[in-house]
């Protein structure tokens, strides 16, 4: 162990949750972030729409609003006591951003400007609700930015394209973690008495997704393999707009600012499913409505794609049927100079890669794998909890996309992600640090490396039988179309076993790369270990969930069942089998009723 | 179609100097310049390094010199350059391996241009957000956009002279605050780039602003920044 790093707290991820967490925790100690891109690569920064808080700039808006929206839109799976936490500190942890340098968008006051969202609604009326703070059509990137900026600022100490690849248990307790760093190929142990996971999602398990290549549930599999479980993986978010084949996001927030779905006879299909909010109803019942067009023929062209319509003149017609109006009453009348103000990226995106211009023409959209709501499971403070009765893991933290509080249940409300990253991610910091200061360093095993190194062993001299594209072009395939937005018993069995094979396929991968600099070809066979491992547990907490909530929508089960399933699963590895377990929803102000937007 | 692709290739640990390997690939017009590359590497050669992430224009991993200039592979098709594409890495940083460059230096820049918010004054009273109009927030919007993928710095023959030069990327991050109202470093960042590494270096030469993937106007940002050191005004 010739590399080896003291740290009080370390933070595995350069995102917005990692970021957050480790400029709290280095105000009071010793905290390093590890991250295997430049945190500024991250993938928090393709995030596009806004970041809901009860801001109330335009309109009347408040904190128990915004909570009960949640609640609603986790199909009552979240847990209302972090949910409650969670909206009550939204308004504090948008201004502080403000105050931090965020360059968001400005009403003509000067304040905050807000955006509608799908979901997000006055409780009175049911109308929409402006409650998304927003910089452009990249607030995600914003966000980043001025997160990495503040931890320059308060020098952070940074181990950048370092990747993490075990995690170190001495007596039961978190003591670090192993990583190797991309340049040189030296694995280095990072010893601290605190660990916090914000190492992002792992859509790169679907085919069509939004997610950035670097998805690859790196800290869940790490944790899972140690016998950590994992919650509520049936539940992954397909977002509704991802442009044709490609899959990349195309903001909710462009419904927001009044586009519309469209079918092939031309109709604005949303009003059938969603009567009140229509267009901007849940993530989760606009993807259902999507595919269900597609699927009884009214895909365009008969293909499976819909069309997302920004187009002044079809914005400007729908607001005066909805009356919908601007904030100071006005009828909304926007123009393409509106469209390039509002949504500058998407409009760049579509005419980079579709040829197609939003401001004049209808954009091709298809529903993508967009976020995983399951994860690590946590308490609100970021302690990692390892059973049905909250026992935490001593000194063990996770923090956004890839823990699982839970605030998004069953399906997560857009903008909700940047907000739990900034709330949690920073709790987490808290902790973890008040935590390191009340243990001493646990004393590292003899050769902490030797799992990563048999590891990395393994890849190295398989016999050769299986690649890296193909393996995880299958897995990909099976899991879009066995595992998404429609399920059911004989497809999710038939993905469980086809994954359970390309678990043994993998076993058999050469990495033909012997080089240690860059040896981007290992880490990626690395990373599809961790995939598959995650795939395993998704398809198979979907099988096992035998009813509809949120996201997870089963054509044998279409309807929710309280009685049964309103409550967490928990998947854990014990003895190289899984093991499926429950653990209660917290459920405080709002009693479970019927769903309807 | 048939695309053929010829790649720069250089692993430190075999090669002496770089060389060029030409790879034919099955593929389509639709396809991103970095789509071809990952065919390579998982069909063809798996030891084919470069760095890539969102594959879609915003997280700057993958800032190469396609046919010669300066793009990002996810957001370059195959139908905007052809089916002969050479790919090589960026001009001005050490290479890592193949595609790879070492970024530290142009990390390093960007660091010297005390790139945070500084505004020591107190917070509104009411504790809610600082004010600001939309004109003012209009004033610095465009180099809000940039993903520091590097493209530009390392597209500036200043910055092939020489790697002394704080570059175009690190004078964009500078001048994403000093025209913020909200913030009160101007002074001393303009104190920074009038040394002799600062904006004195820029000659115009535009390469920058042809470059940037964000259609950042690059040059003309620096010339605002040169213009606010001559007059002391951020108007």
């Known amino acids: ?597 | 179609m048939e695309i053929t692709i010829k790649i720069f290739r250089y692993d430190p640990e075999k090669d002496e100097r770089g060389h060029y390997e030409t790879y034919v690939v099955e593929g389509d017009e639709n396809d991103r310049v970095l789509d071809v590359l990952e065919l390579v590497k998982g069909k063809t050669d798996g030891s084919l390094a470069f760095r890539r992430s969102c594959a879609h224009g915003v997280c700057g991993s993958d800032a190469m010199r396609i046919n010669g200039r300066n793009h990002l592979a996810c957001k370059t098709l195959v139908r905007d350059v052809g089916a002969n594409i050479t790919v090589e890495p960026l001009l001005g940083l050490k290479v890592a391996k193949d595609l790879i460059v070492d970024m530290e230096p142009f990390f390093d820049n960007y660091k010297k241009m005390l790139p945070y918010m500084i505004n020591d004054s107190p917070l509104p009273a009411d504790g809610k957000e600082r004010l600001q109009s939309p004109e003012q927030r209009a004033r610095f919007d465009e180099s809000t956009k940039c993903i520091m993928c590097a493209a530009c710095t390392t597209a500036c023959p200043s910055y092939w002279a020489s790697d002394e030069y704080y570059g175009p990327a690190a004078i964009v991050a500078a001048h994403r605050f000093i025209f913020d109202s909200r913030d009160e470093g101007a002074s001393q960042r303009l104190h920074i780039l009038s040394e002799t590494d600062g904006t004195a270096r820029c000659h115009t030469a535009y390469n920058c602003t042809e470059a940037c993937p964000r259609d950042i106007k690059i040059t003309k940002a620096i010339g605002e920044v040169k213009m606010a050191m001559i007059t002391g005004k951020l108007d």
């Open chain 1, 1 to 597: 162990m010739a590399n080896v790093h003291q740290f009080d707290v370390v933070v595995v991820g350069g995102g917005g949750a990692g970021l957050m967490a480790g400029l709290y925790a280095s105000k009071t100690a010793k905290t390093a972030v590890i991250s295997k891109m430049y945190p500024t690569r991250s993938h928090t920064g393709a995030a596009q729409g806004g970041i809901s808080a009860a801001l109330g700039n335009y309109e009347e808006d408040k904190p128990e609003w915004h909570m009960y929206d949640t609640v609603k839109g986790s199909d009552y799976l979240g847990d209302q006591d972090a949910i409650e936490f969670m909206t009550n500190e939204a308004i504090d942890a948008v201004l502080e951003l403000e105050h931090m340098g965020l360059p968001f968008d400005r009403t003509p006051e000067g304040r905050i400007s807000q955006r509608p969202f799908g979901g997000h609604t006055n409780n009175e009326t049911g109308k929409p609700v402006r409650r998304a703070a927003h910089a452009a059509d990249r607030t995600g990137h914003m966000i980043l930015q001025t997160l990495y900026q503040q931890c320059l600022k308060n020098k952070v100490n940074f181990f950048d394209e370092y990747q993490v690849l075990d995690f170190i248990i001495v007596n039961g307790k978190a003591a670090g973690v192993v990583a190797v760093q991309l340049s040189t190929g030296e694995l280095h142990t990072i010893h601290a008495k605190a660990v916090i996971f914000a190492t992002g999602g792992y859509g790169r398990i679907f085919e069509v997704t939004s997610n950035a290549y670097a998805y690859t549930g790196d800290g869940p599999a790490i944790l899972f393999r140690h016998g950590i479980p994992l919650e509520d993986m049936e539940f992954f978010q397909f977002h509704p707009t991802g442009i044709y084949k490609l899959g990349i996001l195309i903001t909710e927030g462009a419904r927001g600012e009044g586009a519309v779905l469209i079918n092939d006879k031309g109709e604005r299909f949303m009003p059938k499913y969603a009567p009140t909010v229509k267009d901007l109803a849940s993530r989760d019942v606009v993807s259902r409505a999507v595919y269900t067009e597609i699927k009884e023929g009214r895909g365009i062209g008969g293909k499976n794609f819909v069309y997302l319509d920004i187009r002044p003149e079809t914005v400007n017609k729908f607001a005066a049927l909805d009356g919908r109006t601007n904030p100071d009453g006005s009828p909304v009348l926007i123009t393409g100079d509106t469209v390039l103000l509002k949504i500058p990226d998407i409009v760049d995106f579509c005419r980079v890669y579709l040829g197609v211009d939003p401001v004049t023409q209808m954009m091709p959209i298809q529903p993508t794998a967009h976020y995983a709501m399951g994860g690590i499971p946590t308490n609100k403070f970021g302690e990692v909890v390892i059973d049905d009765k909250g026992t935490a893991f001593p000194g063990l933290f996770a923090a956004g996309e890839c823990a699982c509080v839970s605030v998004h249940g069953a399906n997560r409300l857009g903008t909700n992600s940047l907000l739990d990253i900034v709330v949690f991610g920073k709790h987490a910091g808290l902790k973890a640090a008040e935590y390191s200061k009340t243990v001493e360093f646990e004393k590292l095993p003899e050769d902490a490396e030797s799992a990563s190194r048999s590891e990395f062993e393994a890849l190295r001299t398989g016999p050769g039988k299986a690649n890296v594209y193909d393996l995880s072009n299958e897995m990909k395939k099976v899991m879009f179309s066995e595992v998404g937005i429609y399920r059911n018993e004989k497809d999710m069995q038939s993905a469980l076993e086809k994954v359970r094979q390309l678990k043994k396929q993998f076993k058999d991968i050469t990495v033909s790369d012997t080089g240690k600099i860059f040896n981007t070809e290992l880490l990626n066979a690395w990373e599809l270990g961790n995939l598959l491992d995650i795939a395993e547990v998704v398809a198979l907490s979907a099988l096992n969930r035998k009813e509809s909530r949120g996201g997870h929508s089963r054509e044998d089960f279409p309807d929710r069942d309280d009685k049964n399933w309103l409550k967490h699963t928990l998947v854990w590895k014990k003895n190289d089998k899984l093991e499926i377990g429950y653990k209660p929803v917290v459920i405080t102000k709002h009693q479970p009723k019927a769903r309807v937007y």
